[in-house]
């Protein structure tokens, strides 16, 4: 085996180009022109919610870039163990998007309740309406605001705040996976309870199959929190599961925003998109009381919502995938995992399509099964299931050896097994224990589904050996 290359401290770019600076000055230009343009009318927050994304990424496109050296000289770096030159790399720059975000959607907040802050205030500036006298004695009219909406909004920031500071700590102290894995739970909090008081549906639809037995509709009462809450903990964990390879936190991400997305606005007529889209020429009292503006729906307004939150979203991944595609220039860390996720989250949630957002994660929810071993310590496996990296002897170029642990030999740490059977070899990182015979049964069937390669003791029928990992040329 040629010896590793050794880690580098090869410095990072921290400057834009010219190119990036004056192509991000023009996406920055193009957005406050709209944003100014919509304030000139009564408001388009659709428009305004695009423009603020275009702000977040040319935003977090700079900051990621400007504040790598920062969080390397406190130590926030890190090295990608299957590349040639391991040049030490910023690390945990996923928190800057999530600040982006978080700030791009607080300050958005005025926007889409800018028709109903008007009426509330001022009567919107239509004379055509006629009003009782008790309503023009009260004066301001906010039983007309949707503080439902609003509550909704906020408890959603609420949540996201939490889940970032969990992702946070976890980034500086490497909290261990059994006493993090529920604080999700503990975020979706504010979401459940503001559901609880504004919608408090737990009725669900039988599948036809099983409407004989059960009927159209069930009402799981409580168990529907507990569901809504254990989405809240699945979807930030499993985008944290799936990772090791440069971009693929954020990218999956990304694929699943989109989706998400396009299931928004497939609940959207065209008409209102152009609505919210093109600021109008006057201003008109919420869709509650002018007779002209059509009402929304329920599903409508949650599917809004979720584009609102949305958007931002794309926009600061979109620049911190940018800087984390291969070879990547940082690492994302912790805080994007979980933070992507939960955005997710708020989003099924609040906008009730928890059971679609399942479906637009099958293969995390795949992945999380097959990790199901390493999580719960069943066998022993690397971190992210990575491959046995081997530079060449030029050091121009690797391979990826698939791993394998030996449970016949006694093997110390940082002990090298010799190969046998052709496999390669893999250095180990602790004493590997015999797994118990359930998870060697387990083991058996993955390996008739070609998941993982095993060999068994033909006296005792135990297994002896499993490889995992994949193999290829790295340059």
């Known amino acids: 085996m040629a010896p590793k290359s050794a880690t580098t401290t090869e410095a990072v770019p921290?400057?834009?180009?010219?190119?990036?600076?004056?192509?991000?000055?023009?996406?920055?230009a193009s957005c406050v022109a709209i944003l100014a343009n919509t304030l000139n009318g009564p408001g388009a927050p659709l428009a305004v919610s695009i423009a603020f994304s275009g702000l977040a990424f040319t935003i977090a496109y700079s900051l990621i870039r400007w504040l790598g050296p920062s969080f390397m000289r406190v130590g926030l770096n890190g090295k990608d163990m299957s590349k040639v030159r391991k040049i030490e790399i910023p690390e945990t720059m996923g928190a800057v998007c999530a600040v982006v975000y978080l700030l791009a959607i607080i300050v958005f907040i005025p926007f889409p309740f800018y028709k109903d802050i008007v009426a509330a205030t001022s009567g919107g500036e239509s004379k055509d309406v006629m009003l009782e006298v008790t309503d023009v004695n009260v004066g301001r009219h906010l039983h007309r605001f949707p503080h439902s909406k609003l509550a909704s909004y906020l408890s959603a920031i609420l949540s996201l705040q939490s889940v970032v500071i969990l992702g946070l700590g976890d980034d500086l102290f490497d909290i261990r996976w059994r006493h993090k894995v529920l604080i999700p739970a503990f975020a979706s909090i504010p979401m459940l309870i503001v559901y609880f008081v504004d919608f408090g549906v737990t009725s669900v639809v039988v599948p036809t199959a099983l409407r004989p037995y059960l009927g159209e509709i069930m009402d799981l009462g409580w168990l529907y929190y507990a569901y809504m809450s254990s989405i809240s903990i699945f979807a930030p964990n499993s985008i944290n599961i799936l990772a090791g390879i440069n971009g693929l936190e954020v990218g999956q991400s990304i694929v699943i925003a989109l989706l998400i997305l396009l299931n928004d606005l497939l609940y959207l007529p065209r008409s209102l998109l152009f609505s919210l889209l093109l600021p109008s020429t006057t201003t008109h009292l919420p869709t509650s009381t002018h007779p002209t503006t059509p009402a929304?729906?329920?599903?409508?307004?949650?599917?809004?919502?979720?584009?609102?939150?949305?958007?931002?979203?794309?926009?600061?991944?979109?620049?911190?995938?940018?800087?984390?595609?291969?070879?990547?220039?940082?690492?994302?860390?912790?805080?994007?995992?979980?933070?992507?996720?939960?955005?997710f989250a708020v989003v099924g949630i609040q906008a009730h399509f928890?059971?679609?957002?399942?479906?637009?994660?099958?293969?995390?929810?795949?992945?999380?099964?097959?990790?199901?071993?390493q999580l719960f310590?069943?066998?022993?496996?690397?971190?992210?299931?990575?491959?046995?990296?081997?530079?060449?002897?030029?050091?121009?170029?690797?391979?990826?050896?698939?791993?394998?642990?030996?449970?016949?030999?006694?093997?110390?740490?940082?002990?090298?097994?010799?190969?046998?059977?052709?496999?390669?070899?893999?250095?180990?990182?602790?004493k590997p224990r015999k797994p118990k015979r359930v998870v060697q049964m387990g083991m058996k069937v993955l390996h008739r589904l070609h998941l993982l390669d095993i060999e068994v003791d033909p006296a005792t029928g135990e297994v002896t050996r499993y490889v995992f990992g994949i193999g290829g040329v790295v340059g």
């Open 354 to 373: 928890s059971k679609t957002l399942l479906l637009l994660m099958v293969p995390q929810i795949l992945n999380f099964g097959y990790s199901v071993p």
């Open 14 to 28: 921290s400057t834009l180009t010219s190119l990036e600076a004056y192509t991000l000055l023009a996406i920055s």
């Open 377 to 430: 310590h069943l066998v022993p496996i690397p971190r992210h299931r990575l491959p046995h990296f081997v530079a060449s002897a030029g050091a121009t170029e690797g391979v990826l050896e698939a791993s394998w642990v030996d449970f016949g030999a006694v093997v110390g740490n940082g002990t090298t097994v010799p190969a046998t059977t052709g496999l390669p070899k893999y250095r180990t990182l602790a």
């Open 296 to 343: 929304l729906t329920p599903a409508q307004s949650a599917h809004l919502s979720s584009i609102y939150l949305l958007l931002p979203f794309l926009g600061v991944s979109l620049a911190l995938l940018k800087h984390n595609w291969y070879p990547a220039r940082v690492f994302v860390g912790d805080t994007y995992c979980y933070f992507a996720g939960m955005v």
